[in-house]
């Protein structure tokens, strides 16, 4: 299971480097390279959404399965092994969220990166005709 969230987390840091590279001023030169680049990849990445809802359904049902660990009912080593897990629990919702959050950025700055070139054109037009 472990490599399912390796591949998240790449995903999440590729959309978290894709976005500081849209919205970083001074890179006009690569701006229209990286805006092809990162339309491309916008409907492979939207697999990460089916791919988020599966994680997050193991990480209820591991909750839902996991033995209980109330009170003076287990040895110290099953309670830390009992809060290890929950802690891996948080972590992996953690990274699910940021994933999704990183994918929703990167569709709406691509999509304001594209309005803002479409409309520089269009006033470059509006320029030469006059």
Request: glycine share 4%; aromatic share 10%; proline share 4%.
């Amino acid at each position: 299971m472990a490599l399912e969230w390796v591949v998240l987390g790449y995903a999440a840091a590729a959309e978290a480097i894709m976005v500081i590279l849209l919205t970083m001023p001074g890179l006009d030169a690569l701006r229209k390279g990286l805006i092809a680049v990162t339309r491309n990849l916008l409907k492979p990445f939207l697999s990460i959404i089916p791919f988020c809802l599966f994680l997050l359904m193991d990480i209820y049902w591991k909750y839902e399965t996991r033995p209980s660990c109330d009170g003076d009912s287990c040895t110290p080593s099953e309670h830390l092994r009992h809060q290890k897990s929950i802690m891996k629990s948080q972590r992996n919702a953690l990274l699910i969220a940021a994933a999704l959050v990183f994918y929703w950025i990167l569709y709406s700055v691509t999509n304001l990166v594209v309005r803002i070139e479409m409309l520089n054109q269009r006033v470059e037009r509006l320029r030469k005709r006059e």
